[in-house]
């Protein structure tokens, strides 16, 4: 389910003006072009991004067997491997954003998140210690000299969902971009990013989902080449020993996120750094998760957390500026 319910908001802004839209499924969810103008040349243009993001998902894919990463996974334990150069790219940016948020961004998290799918019982002792023991991205060696990946230990596995949309994001609009197209969204999941502006305003207009139903929108943020991404844990939840569990690992105990924080929403320049660092505030949570948002040059945010009369409350940093349709968001 989408965080961003970026869609109807976007067909908005461009209703009184031509544009092309183009869509995919690829990655487990949506890929989305919306192009302002139209023409052969806008089609040809949204094809080539859709057909960028479908390559990539050949590349970066934890599901797919044939893909660079699953091939990765099945024999970096044992050598160096040489990677294809999007590949050894995320896993550069995957370890930057591990190092600057005191693991709470882990791409090894892999076996900790198949450990605890569709379980009754939560793991303990020795059976999450063994999992624990192979999770932690400083067990990832890269070569950039050779452009090699090795894994330190056999059992170590990397998945990408938490960077590979954003990552797919960033490589379409550079393809945008040689064709000449100066206004668009690219829209993958819940990470999107927005190429100008468009025809008929200021800043295309993207919904932030409501804290405590992703159906609803909470508020409106104008972007102009500026990339957005959430994170929530009301995708996917299930439950173990009877509580309700998110889908979001904390690397670091091994355990569901078990803080306060609802969603979080993060603005920056880049899609693959909006992708990272959302699930990384989600990870860190309220204090932690807005230090780090502060402390990165160019990013905005806002934490949207359970509060203890079961109500809701947020915390935003100073730069980020949204039209509230909840007036409480306002305050």
Same mark, same amino acid.
């Given at each position: 389910?989408?965080?961003?319910?970026?869609?109807?908001?976007?067909?908005?802004?461009?209703?009184?003006?031509?544009?092309?839209?183009?869509?995919?499924? =690829?990655?487990?969810?949506?890929?989305? #072009?919306? !192009?302002?103008?139209?023409?052969? /040349?806008?089609?040809? *243009?949204? +094809?080539? &991004?859709?057909?960028?993001?479908?390559?990539?998902?050949?590349?970066?894919?934890?599901?797919?067997?044939?893909?660079?990463?699953?091939?990765?996974?099945?024999?970096?334990?044992?050598?160096?491997?040489?990677?294809?150069?999007?590949?050894?790219?995320?896993?550069?940016?995957?370890?930057?954003?591990?190092?600057?948020?005191?693991?709470?961004?882990?791409?090894?998290?892999?076996?900790?998140?198949?450990?605890?799918?569709?379980?009754?019982?939560?793991?303990?002792?020795?059976?999450?210690?063994?999992?624990?023991?192979?999770?932690?991205?400083?067990?990832?060696?890269?070569?950039?000299?050779?452009?090699? =990946?090795?894994?330190?230990?056999?059992? #170590?596995? !990397?998945?990408?969902?938490?960077? /590979?949309?954003?990552? *797919?994001? +960033?490589? &379409?609009?550079?393809?945008?971009?040689?064709?000449?197209?100066?206004?668009?969204?690219?829209?993958?999941?819940?990470?999107?990013?927005?190429?100008?502006?468009?025809?008929?305003?200021?800043?295309?207009?993207?919904?932030?989902?409501?804290?405590?139903?992703?159906?609803?929108?909470?508020?409106?943020?104008?972007?102009?080449?500026?990339?957005?991404?959430?994170?929530?844990?009301?995708?996917?939840?299930?439950?173990?020993?009877?509580?309700?569990?998110?889908?979001?690992?904390?690397?670091?105990?091994?355990?569901?996120?078990?803080?306060?924080?609802?969603?979080?929403?993060?603005?920056?320049?880049?899609?693959?750094?909006?992708?990272?660092?959302?699930?990384?505030?989600?990870?860190?949570?309220?204090?932690?998760?807005?230090?780090l948002i502060d402390r990165v040059p160019g990013v905005?945010?806002?934490?949207?957390?359970?509060?203890?009369?079961?109500?809701?409350?947020?915390?935003?940093?100073?730069g980020f500026d949204a039209e509230?349709?909840?007036?409480?968001?306002?305050?």
């Amino acid at each position: 389910m989408m965080n961003l319910l970026a869609l109807p908001l976007l067909l908005m802004a461009t209703a009184a003006a031509p544009y092309h839209e183009g869509m995919r499924p =690829v990655m487990g969810t949506f890929a989305r #072009v919306q !192009i302002a103008g139209e023409g052969d /040349g806008i089609r040809l *243009a949204a +094809d080539a &991004a859709l057909d960028e993001i479908e390559r990539l998902d050949r590349v970066l894919s934890h599901y797919k067997p044939e893909s660079d990463l699953s091939r990765l996974n099945a024999t970096g334990g044992e050598a160096a491997v040489v990677v294809v150069r999007d590949l050894y790219r995320v896993l550069e940016r995957s370890l930057h954003f591990y190092r600057i948020s005191d693991g709470a961004f882990d791409v090894t998290v892999a076996p900790l998140v198949r450990l605890w799918k569709k379980r009754a019982q939560p793991p303990q002792g020795e059976e999450l210690q063994q999992v624990r023991d192979a999770v932690g991205s400083d067990l990832v060696r890269l070569d950039g000299d050779r452009h090699t =990946v090795r894994y330190n230990g056999r059992d #170590v596995e !990397i998945e990408l969902g938490a960077i /590979g949309k954003g990552y *797919a994001v +960033d490589c &379409a609009v550079e393809v945008l971009r040689t064709h000449h197209v100066s206004s668009a969204v690219i829209d993958l999941g819940r990470t999107l990013y927005c190429m100008g502006s468009p025809v008929t305003g200021d800043g295309w207009p993207v919904g932030i989902a409501h804290p405590l139903d992703p159906e609803a929108v909470a508020g409106v943020v104008r972007l102009i080449n500026k990339a957005v991404s959430t994170s929530g844990n009301y995708e996917s939840p299930h439950t173990v020993a009877g509580k309700r569990v998110g889908h979001i690992i904390d690397p670091r105990t091994g355990h569901p996120v078990a803080n306060q924080v609802l969603s979080v929403t993060v603005v920056c320049d880049d899609a693959t750094s909006a992708d990272a660092l959302s699930t990384a505030v989600f990870v860190l949570g309220v204090e932690r998760g807005m230090r780090l948002i502060d402390r990165v040059p160019g990013v905005e945010g806002i934490i949207f957390y359970r509060a203890k009369d079961n109500g809701y409350g947020h915390r935003a940093s100073n730069g980020f500026d949204a039209e509230w349709v909840d007036d409480q968001f306002a305050r």
